[in-house]
T-cell receptor, first 111, second 110 residues
């Protein structure tokens, strides 16, 4: 158990819908990272937040957004969902420039 | 940008030793990580190298050569539970962002 929690574990929704994925980092970690893992793309970095502010952006679509709240938990919002958005979404956390520890992931299925 | 290559699949026998290679090309380098991932589960941290040389941690060791853009993960005394994907990831010189390779799926056979 890494200490990073994610909810929900599974999410099934329809095309065009919007969902919110939630992540709580390890105690004391200020950085949160979001990754997408699909079968054909591997693990892709989406976005990083540090102490409430966006720190780095990867291959994140404009339909996706994220934020980190004062209590350091983070949410990833996915809108106008498409079939191709079906994937595992992982959150990871770290101290300032340290090893990233991953949560158990949310499996999103778009039908 | 970064380009990270590792073999897609490998097979080894229980009790044996296996070496998983990773080569990378990057504009800035600030460390290389190895993670283990069982199917459908979270990646778990195995090792970290930022300087050249070998880091040993029990049955697992990781090696880095920055001049060659090369790393390997060595797994000794293979066990069936070592069947998993092994992900090589490079951290950029700015920030803490990781770029992952496609992963190597290791199958351990009796």
């Amino acid at each position: 158990d890494s200490g990073v929690t994610q909810t929900p574990k599974h999410l099934i929704t329809a095309t065009g819908q919007r969902v919110t994925l939630r992540c709580s980092p390890r105690s004391g970690d200020l950085s949160v990272y979001w990754y997408q893992q699909s079968l054909d793309q591997g693990l892709q970095f989406l976005i990083q937040y540090y102490n409430g502010e966006e720190r780095a952006k990867g291959n994140i679509l404009e339909r996706f957004s994220a934020q980190q709240f004062p209590d350091l938990h983070s949410e990833l919002n996915l809108s106008s969902l498409e079939l191709g958005d079906s994937a595992l979404y992982f959150c990871a956390s770290s101290t300032t420039s340290d090893t990233q520890y991953f949560g158990p992931g949310t499996r999103l299925t778009v039908l | 940008g970064q380009n990270i290559d590792q073999p897609t699949e490998m097979t080894a026998t229980e009790g044996a030793i296996v070496q998983i290679n990773c080569t990378y090309q990057t504009s800035g380098f600030n460390g290389l990580f190895w993670y283990q991932q069982h199917a459908g589960e979270a990646p778990t941290f195995l090792s970290y190298n930022v300087l050249d040389g070998l880091e040993e941690k029990g049955r697992f060791s990781s090696f880095l050569s920055r001049s060659k853009g090369y790393s390997y993960l060595l797994l000794k005394e293979l066990q069936m539970k070592d069947s998993a994907s092994y992900l090589c990831a490079v951290r950029e010189s700015s920030g803490n962002m990781l770029t992952f390779g496609g992963g190597t799926r290791l199958m351990v056979k009796p």
